[in-house]
């Protein structure tokens, strides 16, 4: 497998980065059910940068997608790709799609399938199959291939022709660490040529370090929004503290650096605390051994916001 190599003039670069943005939804106005509703969701991707849709099962993640993608109908609000609504055309034109619960026909040859797909983006098939790391696969039939084999496929699928715009529904689904190692330096190489990115994970650890924006959702609501560093400041739990003790700490006299302790007994301790630097004196002054001051995981921001906002 190969990362994505993209040409662009640095003059079609600079203009797309002062352009509009790419991906637009305001005021997502929405009955999916009779018990549940999407509620002003807004999102807007800039050429070049990548937002994050979070959430837990049943937050509106999919709903989302599916009228971002034309699938669902939106008498309130707006939704436009590239400048335009999100018909099978601008889809087409535009956009490179992978949708996790998307498949393909089981008994057709992967190069039938890949050559169909390919074409409608003008990219030849052989491209696609090295892409995807399945040349020595093209005669096989789809339903033979691994699941990590037909999530590289989608991958590379919508990797073609240099869309404008990439939405990718669980990513790394399936990816072994080779894979997802190409995965995010496709994303990197299409990110730096002006693509936007639309993406749903339950790995939080990618949104952190892939996406430029977050945008938490809960009941078909917007929770949350923000770069993740602003996420967890909002979230109000400063850093991580971790020390090695060889005596016991009252844990009360911690009080005034806003601390939560979340491990005290010696030899190891660990706290989140507001005033780290305040915390790390008295820790070195009772002699404390390798001291260790690092970013709360954005998982427990997330958690954090998500317990607080269906309170």
């Not at 535009?94 to 949708?99: D, H, K, N, S």
């Not at 370090?209 to 938490?216: E, M, N, P, S, Y």
């Not at 005033?275 to 002054?285: K, P, S």
């Amino acid at each position: 497998m190969t990362a994505v190599v993209v040409v662009s003039l640095r003059s079609v670069l600079a203009s797309a980065v002062m352009a509009d943005p790419v991906l637009r939804v305001r005021d997502l106005d929405l009955a999916i059910s009779s018990r549940f509703r999407l509620h002003g969701v807004s999102l807007s991707i800039a050429p070049g940068d990548s937002l994050a849709l979070l959430g837990p099962n049943g937050a509106g993640k999919t709903s989302t997608l599916e009228c971002v993608l034309g699938l669902r109908r939106t008498p309130l609000g707006v939704v436009e790709l590239c400048g335009a609504p999100p018909t099978p055309a601008t889809l087409a034109a535009c956009a490179g799609v992978a949708l996790a619960d998307v498949g393909f026909p089981a008994r057709a040859p992967v190069s039938r399938v890949v050559a169909a797909l390919a074409g409608l983006r003008g990219v030849p098939a052989d491209e696609v199959l090295s892409n995807a790391g399945l040349g020595a696969r093209a005669s096989a039939a789809v339903g033979s291939l691994s699941e990590g084999e037909r999530q590289r496929l989608r991958l590379a699928l919508a990797f073609a022709g240099a869309p404008r715009v990439l939405i990718l529904d669980e990513p790394s689904t399936a990816l072994d660490l080779a894979a997802t190692e190409w995965l995010w330096s496709s994303v990197a190489a299409l990110r730096e040529h002006g693509a936007a990115v639309l993406l749903t994970t339950h790995r939080l650890e990618e949104a952190d370090r892939h996406a430029g924006q977050i945008v938490l959702l809960a009941n078909g609501r917007p929770l949350a929004r923000g770069t993740p560093r602003e996420l967890r400041r909002r979230a109000g739990l400063g850093r991580r503290v971790a020390a090695s003790l060889s005596h016991p700490l009252d844990v009360a006299s911690l009080a005034p650096f806003d601390a939560a302790v979340l491990q005290a007994p010696p030899p190891r301790f660990e706290a989140l605390a507001t005033d780290t630097d305040g915390l790390a004196r008295v820790l070195l002054e009772l002699g404390a051994r390798d001291l260790e001051i690092t970013p709360v995981a954005l998982e427990d921001a997330i958690g954090t916001l998500l317990a607080e906002g269906l309170r």
